[in-house]
């Protein structure tokens, strides 16, 4: 028995070194993309990738790809779905988000609210790079990765103490839009003395009341700034102490050696304990084993809901892509760098629900994202990380045409316009009740106004000259055949086309 064990011991290392090896060969080849997509909530996340899935394994079937060069060029074969590489993370659904924007009448997919990975092999015939001499069909591997935007926001936690964070959140709390909700909560903390002796049922009790007021400011106010992330889309974490945490305020007033010397079964001790478990064991461990080793990256940005909430909303959203930005590690991915550290290489931003405005307003959405994210777009080009904005629509919504009002021709959409039901029986956040009961509404035609192409001033938002709309997915979609979409053509072809040539 023992030899056996010895046997198998040894024929398990080997198969692990030949899969590394496989790996590394794909690598080395440029046969392989980690693409990660990320956004914050209702950004569209789970209708972009499931569009881009939905294109590449319908080529030919009515996808409309021209200009995505290997399409164009003849050398695409085929794509299909296959195992994804880490069987402990979840699958990302694709077939209930076919389903659901295919039914009738058709809704938007469920939100995904944690990680989930796919994987897609792509045939194609390459013309230029080396493999042609080796091969007349070569297999793109592509692992997408879907996580949510407010766990990026969590990253820049990993350089802040329990201090230094419970003070950036009470300055938060305390500036409009959020303060007025945040009153009752922060005067219950001014009552607790930090040094007393923790209580488990306290903690929770104030942790759940902290985690409500997290849902009001995203949900309700519109906000983007949101941290913990986890809070919110806590994933397989719902429940966990590591989640019984929040900012206590004043810290910084309190005696220094008495703070730091609070024994961890006080109250401010257990909670910074907390704080560091959930850096430690949640962010940086989400860092380590997913964030190093993409080499792509989409962030999705939804910028119409923001201008639709208002000034504050808006002013909440370019912080967040501050914070988020910042996250990132950057630099061009040579060869080796791509066999042993891998990172981001290319980074696109899309502008989402490019079909809820009228096509000459995409050039001003795609100017706004730019102005939202200069200055970090220029460290990124610095660094020779390419970038690239565009305006999209994963799965189009509307129909675009002319009407005349007063004589002057105007450019207008027309779509059913989508109607939340905000009745809600159970104990869910308003996102869920939002997602999980779409109305299907009357046919609208309208034109929502115009889209300003830089950062918005004062006279802006006292005009308010944009009205956004939520328009459900056109009808009679068919399971077999292409997503109607606004320019996912050029989102494969800045993402993956220069692996296929």
């Given at each position: 028995m023992a030899i056996i064990s010895k046997s198998m011991i040894k024929k398990r290392g080997l198969d692990k070194l030949k899969h590394k090896a496989n790996e590394l060969v794909k690598r080395s080849i440029d046969q392989h993309i980690s693409l990660a997509v990320t956004g914050l909530s209702r950004s569209g996340k789970t209708a972009f990738i499931t569009s881009l899935v939905n294109q590449l394994i319908n080529e030919g079937n009515g996808a409309k790809l021209s200009f995505f060069d290997p399409v164009y060029q003849g050398n695409f074969i085929a794509a299909k779905r296959i195992p994804q590489k880490h069987f402990h993370v979840p699958r990302f659904d694709y077939d209930a988000a076919i389903s659901a924007l295919t039914a009738e009448p058709p809704a938007w997919p469920e939100p995904t609210h944690g990680i989930s990975e796919l994987r897609l092999a792509i045939r194609y015939k390459p013309k230029n790079s080396l493999?042609?001499?080796?091969?007349?069909?070569?297999?793109?591997?592509?692992?997408?990765?879907?996580?949510?935007?407010?766990?990026?926001?969590?990253?820049?936690?990993?350089?802040?103490?329990?201090?230094?964070?419970?003070?950036?959140?009470?300055?938060?709390?305390?500036?409009?839009?959020?303060?007025?909700?945040?009153?009752d909560?922060?005067?219950?903390?001014?009552?607790?003395?930090?040094?007393?002796?923790?209580?488990?049922?306290?903690?929770?009790?104030?942790?759940?009341?902290y985690t409500?007021?997290?849902?009001?400011?995203?949900?309700?106010l519109g906000l983007s700034v949101i941290q913990p992330g986890r809070f919110i889309l806590p994933g397989d974490l719902a429940g966990a102490p590591i989640l019984e945490f929040f900012p206590f305020p004043g810290l910084e007033r309190l005696d220094g050696n008495q703070y730091q010397n609070a024994p961890d079964d006080s109250l401010i001790g257990m909670l910074r304990s907390r704080y560091l478990e959930y850096k430690e064991q949640v962010v940086r461990k989400f860092y380590r084993e997913h964030f190093l080793s993409f080499d792509r990256q989409i962030v999705l940005a939804d910028c119409l809901t923001p201008l639709n909430k208002g000034k504050e909303s808006f002013a909440d959203l370019e912080l967040a892509m501050s914070m988020v930005l910042e996250s990132?590690?950057?630099?061009?991915?040579?060869?080796?760098?791509?066999?042993?550290?891998?990172?981001?290489?290319?980074?696109?931003?899309?502008?989402?629900?490019?079909?809820h405005v009228t096509a000459?307003?995409?050039?001003?959405?795609?100017?706004?994202?730019?102005?939202?994210?200069?200055?970090?777009?220029?460290?990124?080009?610095?660094?020779?990380?390419?970038?690239?904005?565009?305006?999209?629509?994963?799965?189009?919504?509307?129909t675009s045409g002319m009407t005349k009002h007063k004589g002057v021709e105007l450019p207008v959409i027309q779509g059913n316009k989508l109607v939340p039901c905000t009745e809600n029986n159970s104990d869910d956040s308003a996102s869920e009740s939002f997602e999980s009961k779409q109305i299907f509404g009357e046919?609208?035609?309208?034109?929502?106004g115009t889209v300003p192409n830089k950062l918005p001033k004062e006279d802006y938002w006292q005009t308010k000259p944009f009205n956004f709309i939520s328009f459900a997915p056109i009808t009679e979609l068919s399971k077999h055949q292409s997503l109607p979409h606004v320019r996912m053509d050029q989102v494969l072809q800045f993402l993956l086309a220069d692996k296929m040539i």
């Open positions: 493999l042609k001499y080796a091969t007349d069909m070569a297999t793109l591997t592509v692992d997408i990765t879907d996580y949510p935007g407010e766990w990026l926001l969590d990253l820049p936690m990993l350089k802040q103490t329990y201090q230094e964070w419970s003070e950036q959140t009470h300055q938060l709390m305390t500036s409009s839009p959020r303060a007025k909700h945040s009153k909560f922060l005067a219950r903390l001014a009552e607790i003395d930090p040094f007393a002796c923790a209580s488990e049922e306290l903690l929770a009790e104030l942790s759940q009341e409500a007021l997290l849902n009001t400011f995203r949900y309700d990132y590690h950057y630099g061009k991915s040579g060869l080796f760098s791509r066999l042993f550290s891998p990172k981001i290489d290319k980074l696109l931003f899309g502008a989402t629900k490019a079909d000459e307003q995409h050039p001003a959405m795609v100017s706004l994202l730019n102005q939202l994210i200069h200055q970090n777009k220029h460290q990124l080009n610095y660094e020779a990380v390419e970038v690239k904005t565009l305006a999209i629509a994963s799965v189009k919504a509307t046919k609208i035609t309208v034109f929502p």
